[in-house]
């Protein structure tokens, strides 16, 4: 089964910084990736997404992320993050090679953007 | 309008009462998916249903148990609430056709059992 470790559990940040979160997930022939943004009492909705192809995703308000496979990693980063980017943020892997290929998430990040 | 809503919103119960949890789509979706967030824990699935016909057990389905009423509703029951049930509910959905299995979520549910 596929596990998914998000290795900071709160990143501190002042506005205009930038920020990278970090993403590991066990190893598999192939994998989709995702970043999931949960801000304060809302659901989860997609910043971006990993399928195939080049290896740097770009999604919604910024923020990217790179495919790396021989470290198995997937971090999000921005340039520049303002205060409205003050949310939890999920990472999750499904496996295509799975019956059902269903998400696995990690712990969650807490991004907290200061002034 | 919320493509998946989830109801209620916010619920406060005492240990032993059974409560259910409700969750409609109007995304034609054929699969959906209840799901717990604790801190740290990120979310775990509880229940999922990739049809009218199909349900199926996921990592925590202890002392929980689920119901699909029609492709657009699924709903979550506590049979008998305990303290350790408190968390923050997601309901999600997903279209079979996608090959990513791209799940999107409810507003969630903020259930607390004293």
């Known amino acids: 089964a596929q596990s998914v470790t998000q290795l900071d559990s709160q990143v501190p940040v002042f506005e205009e910084a930038p920020v990278e979160l970090r993403c590991n997930y066990s190893?598999?022939?192939?994998?989709?990736l995702f970043w999931y943004v949960q801000y304060p009492n809302q659901g989860l909705q997609l910043l971006l997404k990993?399928?195939?192809?080049?290896?740097l995703v770009k999604g919604i308000n910024g923020f990217e992320a790179e495919f790396n496979k021989s470290q198995t990693s997937f971090h999000l980063r921005k340039p520049s993050v303002h205060i409205s980017d003050t949310a939890e943020y999920f990472c999750?892997?499904?496996?295509?090679?799975?019956?059902?290929?269903?998400?696995?998430f990690g712990g969650g990040t807490r991004l907290m953007v200061k002034p | 309008d919320a493509d998946v809503t989830q109801t209620p919103r916010n619920r406060i119960t005492k240990t032993g009462k059974r409560i259910m949890l409700e969750c409609s789509q109007t995304k034609g979706h054929d699969r959906m998916y209840w799901y717990r967030q604790d801190p740290g824990l990120g979310l775990r699935l509880i229940y999922y249903s990739f049809d009218v016909k199909d349900i199926n057990k996921g990592e925590i389905s202890d002392g929980y148990s689920v119901s699909r009423q029609a492709q657009a509703k699924f709903s979550l029951s506590l049979e008998s609430a305990i303290p350790n049930q408190t968390a923050l509910y997601f309901c999600?959905?997903?279209?079979?056709?996608?090959?990513?299995?791209?799940?999107?979520f409810g507003p969630g549910t903020r259930l607390t059992v004293l």
């Open positions: 999750a892997v499904s496996d295509p090679g799975n019956a059902g290929n269903m998400l696995t």
């Open positions: 190893s598999s022939v192939s994998v989709y």
């Open positions: 999600a959905t997903s279209d079979l056709g996608l090959a990513d299995n791209e799940q999107f």
């Open positions: 990993y399928l195939s192809g080049s290896t």
